[in-house]
């Protein structure tokens, strides 16, 4: 596997399920991202995690939950979601300045979750 | 408030036709990313610019900024198909310790025959 990776790729739930969707990154990157893409609306950053700390939670919902247990991985556990928190999900991960990168991101290929 | 605003936001172009895609920010940033988007697939990266009048340039599109103007052009020379897509330019910003990218709307591009 290279670059980022998300499963799975499609998701559909219920209002009352639990689900996870899961990122990797094989690039040896120190920053992970979870972004939602909805239809008309600008990329909006959720969290970031750099070196496995949260350092950047945007008013999410408490219905979304990340978990990241090593720099290449992170997760975003799902409970009693919202049919408008229906879009696609993506996972990015950069190396940061500090680090000696420039922090350009690395995009996955999505997770597109649809609430019923 | 911070804003990164794209235009045009739907573009219609001829092959062969030359035109330029403008992001307009307003906040201080001395870099800035340019992304591609695909129907379906995910966000490709295009350019990197790390300072003012960087210009870099692949094939048939060229991406320059102006950190004094808060301005970033993609121009496309000669369009053909392919370069049919979602253009989308970020702004990186560093409220407080850590850094983030601000994300334009994106503009849809349509190359037709």
């Known amino acids: 596997e290279t670059g980022v990776t998300q499963t799975p790729r499609h998701l559909v739930m219920g209002m009352t399920n639990k689900k996870s969707l899961k990122c990797e990154q094989h690039?040896?990157?120190?920053?992970m991202y979870w972004y939602k893409q909805s239809a008309k609306k600008p990329l909006e950053l959720m969290f970031v995690?750099?070196?496995?700390?949260?350092?950047e939670n945007n008013s999410v919902p408490s219905r979304f939950s990340p978990e990241c247990p090593n720099s290449s991985h992170l997760f975003l556990h799902l409970h009693t979601l919202q049919p408008e928190d229906s879009a696609l999900y993506l996972c990015?991960?950069?190396?940061?300045?500090?680090?000696?990168?420039?922090?350009?991101?690395?995009f996955g290929p999505g997770t597109r979750l649809t609430v019923l | 408030e911070l804003k990164v605003e794209q235009n045009p936001l739907f573009l219609s172009m001829q092959e062969g036709k030359n035109y330029t895609i403008y992001c307009n920010y307003s906040?201080?940033?001395?870099?800035l990313y340019w992304y591609r988007q695909d129907p379906g697939k995910s966000l490709e990266s295009l350019f990197v610019?790390?300072?003012n009048g960087a210009v870099k340039q692949e094939g048939r599109l060229m991406a320059s900024l102006d950190t004094k103007a808060r301005l970033s052009t993609l121009h496309i020379t000669a369009a053909v198909h392919d370069l049919s897509a979602t253009y989308f330019c970020?702004?990186?910003?560093?409220?407080?310790?850590?850094?983030?990218?601000?994300w334009g709307l994106g503009t849809s591009l349509a190359v037709n025959p």
């Open positions: 690039l040896g990157h120190n920053a």
């Open positions: 906040t201080t940033s001395d870099r």
């Open positions: 970020a702004v990186d910003i560093k409220p407080g310790n850590n850094r983030k990218l601000i």
């Open positions: 995690y750099s070196l496995e700390e949260r350092v």
């Open positions: 990015a991960s950069s190396q940061d300045l500090l680090a000696g990168g420039d922090n350009e991101q690395f």
């Open positions: 610019l790390l300072s």
